[in-house]
T-cell receptor, first 115, second 109 residues
Framework: DGGITQSPKYLFRKEGQNVTLSCEQNLNHDAMYWYRQDPGQGLRLIYYSQIVNDFQKGDIAEGYSVSREKKESFPLTVTSAQKNPTAFYLC??????????????FGDGTRLSIL | DAKTTQPPSMDCAEGRAANLPCNHSTISGNEYVYWYRQIHSQGPQYIIHGLKNNETNEMASLIITEDRKSSTLILPHATLRDTAVYYCIVSRNAGKSTFGDGTTLTVKP
């Protein structure tokens, strides 16, 4: 079945360490997104990408980096510059960001914790 | 994207219809109303979306007022598995959407 796969489901990071969260989709979607969710709160946009080799900052991009070398993949790196990285990270995709009326489809998330 | 206002929580009896309201008084003419839900510790699930007309699918119905300033998501026969946080999003397209705190729906036996 088509969908979005995020891995790992749980991730632990030592302070000062960079970690990379994986997001793969086989929906043939052009646009992909990364969100952060803190306990009891909604989702905040970190980065998004409309096409390969292009991406844009969202509302809370500081301390994060992304790449989009393949249409199917949009990995997120949480760098040591992110001072409060403990959160639930969600990846999503949609047919095209600039096409009206297209919903997003989400993965099941990665929960990142600091050791 | 237009701002939305949702009640923080609602209860519904199992088997009854759940009606979840959303206010979006600043919606623009080309913005859609999207509904998603999130069951604890999972990713949000797309439910339905609409522009002007009422919409229905296998999961729910979406009723949008004529002036488009508010909408209601209807789950016709709520089950315990419908207990979740429901998000109402107003956006021209799927991208760069802001998910607020949503409505926590609790379906009770």
């Amino acid at each position: 079945d088509g969908g979005i796969t995020q891995s790992p489901k749980y991730l632990f990071r030592k302070e000062g360490q960079n970690v990379t969260l994986s997001c793969e989709q086989n929906l043939n979607h052009d646009a992909m997104y990364w969100y952060r969710q803190d306990p009891g709160q909604g989702l905040r946009l970190i980065y998004y990408s409309q096409i390969v080799n292009d991406f844009q900052k969202g509302d809370i991009a500081e301390g994060y980096s992304v790449s989009r070398e393949k249409k199917e993949s949009f990995p997120l790196t949480v760098t040591s510059a992110q001072k409060n990285p403990t959160a639930f990270y969600l990846c999503a995709s949609s047919l095209r960001k600039d096409r009206d009326g297209q919903p997003q489809h989400f993965g099941d998330g990665t929960r990142l914790s600091i050791l | 994207d237009a701002k939305t206002t949702q009640p923080p929580s609602m209860d519904c009896a199992e088997g009854r219809a759940a009606n979840l309201p959303c206010n979006h008084s600043t919606i623009s003419g080309n913005e859609y109303v999207y509904w998603y839900r999130q069951i604890h510790s999972q990713g949000p699930q797309y439910i339905i979306h609409g522009l002007k007309n009422n919409e229905t699918n296998e999961m729910a119905s979406l009723i949008i007022t004529e002036d488009r300033k508010s909408s209601t998501l209807i789950l016709p026969h709520a089950t315990l598995r419908d207990t979740a946080v429901y998000y109402c999003i107003v956006s021209r397209n799927a991208g760069k959407s802001t998910f607020g705190d949503g409505t926590t729906l609790t379906v009770k036996p």
